[in-house]
């Protein structure tokens, strides 16, 4: 392999968000992720696309209202 693999905590850390919204984000297969043995890992290529969506209720439009 030419890109080395990230673990879940090493994912978790570069995109600001806790390793257990990461394995949340695996588990649902919103993020990919290859397991070898006991441990899961992440392409960097995918995490650098992966773009979590914001947290919380989508807004009303304000038009229809």
């Known amino acids: ?3 080395q693999l990230l673990s879940i905590p090493q994912a978790a850390e570069q995109l600001g968000v806790s390793r257990i919204r ?3 984000w695996v588990k649902g297969e919103r993020l990919p992720a290859v397991r070898l043995g006991n441990f899961w890992f992440i392409n960097p290529a ?10 919380g209720r989508p807004r009303k439009d304000r038009a229809c209202a």
């Open 46 to 55: 995918d995490l650098a696309s992966f773009a979590p969506r914001k947290p």
């Open 22 to 24: 990461v394995w949340q």
């Open 1 to 3: 392999m030419s890109a």
